[in-house]
């Protein structure tokens, strides 16, 4: 297994978690978002992998962004390619993706949460994207916040620099669920275990259907879905037995085939 300086990367059981460990604030350096390129892009190619899970070490932040000091001139294009190069990593995950916000997710930090599919955070955490207020924008966020909540409240966050709590964030539809801080672990446990019971080609085929059909007008994406179901689902192992399991009244046996 490949050796990491600031992240862990562990995969048990169909789940494939790395964790930022760059305490205390786990900022994003040019080293640290190659490392995390190299332990995504290793995650994709698990065999046994169903869901994959990123967060951070500690209980106060998820991470503060990308470092101010990569932002210099003599630096500025190899750590956009080097961050946009991960993002577009986690966004063309094969398999689902969650980020776990075990506490503030600030610039960059915020960034990476959004490129996972799905978003759990801990009750009073930060989140937003303050880079207005440094003279800058954040290119990943203009994109995908206006994807998650109204065109007029990305503008506001965007333009603002303002940081949401936790709940409120919730309430735009940027994160799925937030827990408290007494049963954080708990709680997040048991969303990631729903999936992890689950067959890995169906998620699989399920990640693909979605990203197919982003961005298309409805007939195209749904013509392309129908292919993804009818050609390549239904031959699956796991597709028959999912259905078989039902018509007997059994919980089914999944292959991952």
Known sequence: MARYESIDYQVTDGLVRIELRRPPHHVLDIATM?????????????PTAKLLLITAAGDKV?????????????KVVEMI???????????????????????SAIGGGCELALACD????????KIGQPEIKLGVF????????????SASRAAE???????LDAAEAKAYGMVNNVYPAASFAED??????????????????????IREASGKPFFEALFNVEQIYLKELMATADAVEGLNSFIEKRKPVWSNQ
């Open 34 to 46: 190659a490392e995390l390129d190299r332990a995504v892009t290793a995650a994709a190619a698990e």
């Open 118 to 125: 799905m978003i759990v955070a801990k009750e009073g955490a």
């Open 62 to 74: 998820f991470s503060a962004g990308v470092d101010v000091l990569d932002h210099t001139p003599d």
């Open 188 to 209: 997040c446990r048991k969303f990631v275990d729903q999936f992890l019971s689950l067959s890995r080609v169906a998620l699989t085929y399920t990640k693909r259907a």
């Open 157 to 163: 966050l965007l333009f603002g620099g303002g940081l």
């Open 138 to 149: 954040p290119p990943i966020a203009a994109i995908l916040l206006p994807k998650l909540v």
């Open 81 to 103: 390619d080097t961050f946009h190069g991960l993002l577009k990593r986690v966004l063309v995950f094969p398999l689902p993706t969650i980020a776990v916000l075990n506490g």
